[in-house]
Nanobody, 123 residues
Framework: VRLVESGGGLVQAGGSLRLSCAAS????????MGWYRQAPGKQRELVAR????????NYADSVKGRFTISRDNAKNTILLQMNSLKPEDTAVYYC?????????????????WGRGTQVTVSS
């Protein structure tokens, strides 16, 4: 699975950006996709995640009400609409795909990652 992100950039506080991630390759067993971010000196954290089947979503508390994740299964693409951006949203944003597989006794998944896109919010 190959993931390609786009849409990062520099924006002032209060502004908006939209990130896009397109998956290619063997995608039919992808069960969920999402966005993670990593700020300098901090651990990578989940921002938002959406399941492929029923579209269930979950968000980090820090972005609830400001960010919206959506999917287009036909295009193997997810979007992250980010509104009311804050300086603390500054980070490298990574696209993630969970690709399911049978390990002989149960279903599990492997994680695939994009190269990341920089989001910088100035105060």
């Amino acid at each position: 699975v190959r993931l390609v992100e786009s849409g990062g950039g520099l924006v002032q506080a209060g502004g908006s950006l939209r990130l896009s991630c397109a998956a290619s390759g063997t995608t039919f067993t992808i069960s969920a996709m999402g966005w993670y971010r990593q700020a300098p000196g901090k651990q990578r954290e989940l921002v938002a995640r959406i399941t492929r089947g029923d579209g269930d979503t979950n968000y980090a508390d820090s972005v609830k009400g400001r960010f919206t994740i959506s999917r287009d299964n036909a295009k193997n693409t997810i979007l992250l609409q980010m509104n009311s951006l804050k300086p603390e949203d500054t980070a490298v944003y990574y696209c993630n795909a969970e690709k399911g597989r049978w390990d002989g006794s149960s279903w599990t998944h492997d994680d695939y990652w994009g190269r990341g896109t920089q989001v910088t919010v100035s105060s």
